[in-house]
């Protein structure tokens, strides 16, 4: 219960585009107060925060590295959470994370979320 479904990860060319997808298994996001997409690249200790929306969509977060260039939106109607990536390139590499809160947190700490997904792998080539 909470579990959290990733998919759409591949790999793409630099200024490619990927959308991700987040689903909640056995839930529905209306449960959850906040979702966010966290990216761990290989060899790093810590999971960097990459975008969250608020439930109802109304805000959204995003990092400075992923603005102008990512965009996260939510479909009630399919219970599901996407990040759309555009303008990819080599430094987008990593492992894709989604998470979800039940309530309204800091949005760029990991440990204020309560679920994740297992993540998804996303590969940018030069």
């Known amino acids: 219960q909470g579990q959290l479904v990733e998919s759409g990860g591949g790999l793409v060319q630099a200024g490619g585009s990927l959308r991700l997808s987040c689903a909640p298994s056995?839930?529905?996001?209306?449960?959850?107060?906040?979702v966010g997409w966290f990216r761990q690249a290989a060899g790093k200790e810590r999971r960097e925060f990459v975008a969250a929306i608020i439930r109802g969509g109304g805000s959204t977060y995003y990092a400075d590295s992923v603005k102008g260039r990512f965009t996260i939106s939510r479909d009630n109607a399919k219970n599901t959470v996407y990040l759309q990536m555009n303008s990819l390139n080599p430094e987008d590499t990593a492992v894709y994370y989604c998470?979800?809160?039940?309530?309204?947190?800091?949005?760029?700490?990991?440990?204020?979320?309560?679920?994740w997904g297992q993540g998804t792998q996303v590969t940018v080539s030069s």
């Open positions: 998470a979800a809160a039940g309530s309204v947190v800091i949005p760029t700490t990991p440990r204020r979320y309560d679920y």
């Open positions: 056995g839930r529905t996001f209306s449960n959850y107060a906040m």
